[in-house]
């Protein structure tokens, strides 16, 4: 008979498991293994350590230390290790190998500001609330922790690596700011009491009336309590005491600006789209009204068997298309509510199978990489870089496409998108797709493609909108791949302009239109790498160069400008893109295919896609999706959400909004619009202190609000707030509102 005293030992050993070491010095533990790529490691390295050794890691450019559990590790609590790195330089993900998900990427700043090369310091993931978002790692067969560098590679050290069966989450006062005209949003983990906070104005005790507590779906480890208070928020000094949490904010005088709805355009419904959306319930979180099927490898989709090639981008190897098959993706995504969009291949050459690849190592042996994961497989470069010559035969990985292959398939489509775009960034195949594309492309060559495939567009899918040319970037609007001699062969004009009055004339030729949407992708141009104060603050102005005449760009692009248009310094993009149609094919919508924030991760990057998201709109974009598909919880899938989520939306005519202050733009954007009679408006305060506006000709009463950023930098929001006579309404710094008629 067993003792009671070691039936409960018994009990307790075999129910509280215990902490699993995956390395602590040395080597990995208990069957881990890593299953990294392009990284040399030093698993016992002895230059920083704790204890015996460390593991010292070089990754090249987006590789990564990889450990693979021989089981799964979800149902631990969290994970804990020492780190010693540039944090700019490297992120941490999981993953699982079963079904091939991915968690959100965790910047490594994210995890705490001590991080440093020089030394380690001591992190814990609590997978119940991952940095930045506070958002679980959710239910899943997690078996993979990867550690991978960002575009400069990164060296690094990393020791006591450690999965945790508990976190004890202290209950805590995370944050409080005064937000709105009378609320103070107070942030908390765990279940704190707020019998002792204090608010104070200028020196005078305010007290609080009501307390409404909201627990965001998404992060379910922070409340949100707002905390309403007895008097409106004025300029001055509010200080907020509760538990440890002790902080104050200078409420600044208030900035003027007043909302004339009478003064109107419409804003067009589909500037809130994204690229490759993941699923159905993603399209409602973030009201997604647009997807596109886009990128490199869908320059190569065969869909006779849903095959593609990303090229370049990834060692010229074949695979099953990431999108599945394109009638059944439009299929899921109209069904969800958004409207598609399907890039069709108009290069030569599509996939021909599952396997194959453009490089073999058997055939050239002299390459400067090999795919890591299939060592025979080439990135198609000598090792000094050059291109291997000849370029390879076509028909080792693809096989012909044309016209009468693309109109069998469209034709043949149950699914029909809404819109066809020609190819994807084609004016650059020389260098994406290399292998079935080796010359540059010249204009006449890309505008036969278009002219070619949208009459064919035009011909199976008659209501389908074609854009086009869908060029990468600034650069390349103004020339081509040939260089500027292929300019002064056309009279030396611009490459879009002059693409745009040729699709005219095609047109005409025709007898109906053939370009329906000028296509480009717009990518900021300024160097922000650096992503600190500096390249924060630039971040968020640079917004500028998408209306701005007076704008010079703070890149090459404002001070070596490449084109022959009219103040070239300024990018000036919606509206220089409106004239050049007005010029050249009148009637010609824009659309902006591919756009990025420049930083997913960071708050600074949702906050740029508020002020775009209001932009595109102010300014009559008349298409725009993501590029690709941000985080649903991270701070840029938090600005489509703010705009869009789940069905409450921001207004679809735009009111005008007059600034008293000239310089607004820098630091903070205000969109205002209505619809149905209700005002709603967006308020972004780019600034890393509070913004107090007096709005004027903003009607009284209740509004439904919502808001992300801020000091917790989470989703928030609540059902209403009242704004009441004499207007301040205080916008937290680095925080993004929206405030809607109730
Ligand atoms: C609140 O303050 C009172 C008076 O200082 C103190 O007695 C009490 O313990 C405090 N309560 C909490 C929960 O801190
Ligand atoms: C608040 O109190 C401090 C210290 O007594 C004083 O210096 C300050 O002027 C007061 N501020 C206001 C706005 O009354
Ligand atoms: C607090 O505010 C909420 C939301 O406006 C309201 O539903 C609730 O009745 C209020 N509670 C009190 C005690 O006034
Ligand atoms: C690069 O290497 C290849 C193969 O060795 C050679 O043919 C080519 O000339 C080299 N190019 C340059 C620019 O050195
Ligand atoms: C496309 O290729 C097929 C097969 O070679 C050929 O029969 C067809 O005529 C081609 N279509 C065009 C438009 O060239």
Redesign the pocket.
């Known amino acids: 008979m067993i003792p009671l005293a070691a039936l409960v030992a018994l009990f307790i050993t075999t129910l509280a498991r215990a902490d699993e070491d995956i390395y602590i010095d040395g080597a990995l533990n208990g069957g881990w293994q890593n299953w990294g790529w392009n990284t040399d490691i030093n698993w016992a390295a002895t230059d920083l350590k704790v204890g015996d050794s460390s593991i010292s890691a070089t990754s090249q450019a987006w590789s990564a230390i990889s450990l693979k559990d021989p089981t799964t590790f979800g149902s631990y609590a969290g994970l804990k290790f020492d780190i010693a790195c540039n944090p700019s330089q490297l992120q941490l993900y999981f993953q699982s190998t079963t079904d091939n998900s991915q968690s959100a990427t965790i910047p490594i700043s994210a995890l705490s500001n001590a991080i440093n090369p020089n030394s380690f310091t001591t992190v814990v993931v609590d997978f119940n609330a991952l940095p930045p978002s506070g958002a679980p790692l959710g239910p899943g067969t997690w078996d993979r922790i990867n550690w991978q560098a960002l575009g400069d590679g990164a060296t690094y050290h990393l020791d006591n690596i450690r999965l945790l069966t508990s976190i004890i989450v202290k209950p805590e006062f995370l944050s409080a700011e005064p937000i709105a005209n009378n609320i103070l949003a107070v942030t908390t983990q765990g279940t704190v009491d707020f019998q002792n906070l204090t608010v104070s104005l ?2 005078a005790t305010i007290s609080v009336t009501n307390i409404t507590t909201f627990s965001p779906a998404d992060t379910p480890s922070r409340t949100i309590n707002y905390l309403k208070l007895a008097s409106n928020l004025q300029p ?2 509010i200080k907020v005491k509760a538990g440890s949490l002790d902080v104050s904010y200078t409420l600044p005088t208030v900035q003027y600006a007043s909302i004339v709805t009478a003064v109107s355009t419409p804003i067009s419904p589909l500037i809130y789209g994204v690229n490759w959306p993941p699923s159905a319930s993603y399209i409602q979180q973030l009201g997604v009204t647009i997807s596109r099927w886009g990128g490199n490898a869908v320059t190569a989709y065969n869909p006779f068997g849903d095959f593609t090639n990303a090229a370049n981008d990834w060692f010229f190897e074949n695979r099953k298309a990431d999108g599945g098959n394109a009638d059944s993706w439009i299929a899921w995504i109209k069904a969800a509510g958004s409207q598609a969009m399907m890039t069709i291949p108009a290069l030569d050459w599509v996939a021909k199978d599952a396997t194959s690849y453009s490089y073999p190592k058997s055939i050239y042996p002299n390459q400067q990489r090999f795919d890591p994961y299939n060592a025979d497989a080439g990135n198609g470069l000598y090792p000094n870089g050059s291109y291997i010559q000849p370029p390879p035969d076509p028909n080792r990985a693809y096989v012909p496409w044309n016209t009468t292959a693309a109109k069998k398939w469209l034709t043949g489509l149950t699914n029909k998108p809404d819109f066809v775009f020609i190819d994807n960034e084609i004016e650059i195949a020389h260098s994406t797709h290399q292998d079935i594309h080796p010359q540059p492309m010249s204009y006449d060559e890309e505008l036969d493609r278009m002219v070619t495939y949208a009459k064919m567009a035009k011909e199976a899918l008659p209501n389908a909108k074609v854009a086009a040319p869908s060029s990468c970037s600034w650069w390349f609007y103004w020339t081509s791949a040939v260089g500027y001699s292929d300019n002064a062969a056309h009279w030396n004009i611009d490459f879009l302009p002059w693409f745009l009055s040729q699709m005219k004339t095609a047109s005409t030729t025709a007898g109906k239109r053939l370009l329906d949407y000028l296509d480009i992708h717009y990518y900021f141009q300024p160097d922000l790498s650096a992503n600190d104060a500096a390249a924060k603050a630039l971040r968020l102005r640079m917004t500028r160069s998408l209306w701005d005449p007076s704008y010079v760009d703070e890149s090459w692009a404002g001070s070596n400008p490449q084109n022959h248009q009219p103040n070239p310094t300024a990018i000036w993009l919606i509206p220089r893109m409106k004239q050049l149609i007005d010029i050249n094919y009148p009637g010609t919508k824009l659309s902006i295919s591919e756009w990025s924030s420049t930083a997913d991760g960071d708050i600074t990057g949702g906050l740029v896609t508020v002020d775009v998201l209001g932009l595109f709109g102010r300014y009559g974009v008349d298409v725009a999706t993501y590029w690709s598909n941000p985080d649903s919880k991270g701070p840029v899938g938090l600005a489509y959400w703010l705009y869009r989520g789940f069905g409450t939306y921001f207004g679809s005519k735009t009111a005008q909004v007059n600034f008293a202050t000239s310089n607004a733009a820098n630091t903070y954007g205000i969109y205002a619009a209505t619809e149905g009679n209700k005002l709603s408006m967006v308020i972004v305060n780019k600034d890393t202190k509070p913004l107090g506006m007096d709005l004027s000709n903003v009607p009284h009463g209740n509004y439904f609000m919502r808001h992300f950023g801020g000091a917790a930098g989470v989703a928030k929001w609540q059902t209403t707030v009242s704004i009441t006579n004499r207007q301040y309404i205080v916008v937290p710094a680095y925080t993004a509102v929206f405030l809607i008629q109730a």
């Open positions: 200028n020196n001055g000094l």
